[in-house]
């Protein structure tokens, strides 16, 4: 039997197969998602990887996860079923975001895709999560934040309200994404262009990023704040947005941070994260995990 790990973000599930690292692919969460598409999605990516044969322990680590415990162990005893494991373990993609950059279970993590969210661990286990709202109501600093503020400046810029902006030279018209069933993906691909615009200079795109960095400082000086003492906190950023950002973005988040604030290299991903889960004891995170046996 196999031990199998899976990252569910909002641009896309990724699934790992731990004894011999096979991946897989499926589509990703977006907030009309219902059990059984997430479901399918889990079972593409198992299908992409090639996994026939039935699993020991599943770790997910999801941002669709139910914050009602029955849901979520629905959706657990669902998965058991798709993927024919004895053991399933459930939590908040947070929480694999965190398992993997920061191995010693101690300090805040900031991971930051479509989505961002935070989560403080502290020495005594407690932890604080910190927004991981959505795009409507939160995921501050994000790439779907980053882009829609790039997409509006384009706009303003062709009406004649906003200033001039190497980002207007697009093909792109933002008006034509409001039908699409990816819409909230479709935003935050707009990201890079941002990035892209600030590294040539560009000043319009420049604040964007600025803005956004500072977004992401408040969130982690947050977490910081929450987490008990005086000394030097490990804050560790996770996600494709500060993969792909460079110093754009990690110029002026580091700048802005709190002196407690101690920025390391994140140990691993969300879905290193996840094999933790799925190969060794929950640790810190316990609490936060939904386990259904079969």
Excluded: N
């Excluded at 409001?178 to 935003?187: A, F, I, N, R």
């Amino acid at each position: 039997m196999i031990r199998l790990a899976v990252d569910g973000g909002q641009s896309a599930l990724r699934l790992r197969v731990v004894d011999d690292g096979r991946t897989g692919t499926g589509p990703g969460y977006t907030h009309s998602s219902s059990v059984q598409g997430m479901l399918d999605a889990i079972r593409t990516a198992a299908d992409d990887a090639g996994v026939t044969e039935p699993a020991e322990v599943v770790a997910l680590g999801l941002t669709g996860f139910p914050p009602d415990p029955p849901a979520a162990r629905l959706l657990a005893a669902g998965i058991a079923k798709a993927l024919a494991a004895k053991e399933v373990r459930l939590t908040q993609d947070m929480v694999t975001a965190h398992a993997g950059a920061l191995p010693g279970g101690y300090g805040v993590v900031v991971a930051a895709g479509t989505g961002l969210v935070c989560l403080a661990v502290d020495r005594d286990g407690s932890w604080h999560k910190i927004d991981g709202h959505g795009y409507l109501f939160g995921d501050a600093g994000s790439a779907f934040a980053i882009g829609r503020a790039g997409l509006v400046a384009v706009q303003r810029a062709r009406d004649g309200r906003g200033p001039e902006t190497l980002l207007a030279e697009t093909s792109l018209d933002p008006v034509s994404l409001y039908p699409s069933p990816t819409l909230v993906d479709d935003v935050a691909r707009f990201a890079p262009a941002v990035l892209r615009c600030a590294a040539e200079g560009d000043a319009v795109a420049r604040d964007i990023v600025v803005r956004a960095a500072g977004d992401v400082a408040e969130t982690i000086a947050t977490g910081v704040r929450l987490t008990a003492g005086t000394g030097q906190v490990p804050v560790a950023c996770i996600g494709g947005l500060f993969r792909g950002s460079g110093e754009q973005l990690l110029g002026p988040l580091r700048d802005a941070l709190p002196p407690r604030a101690d920025l390391v290299a994140a140990a691993g991903s969300c879905l290193d994260g996840a094999e933790r889960l799925a190969t060794g004891p929950p640790g810190p995170y316990a609490g936060l995990i939904v386990t259904y046996r079969s």
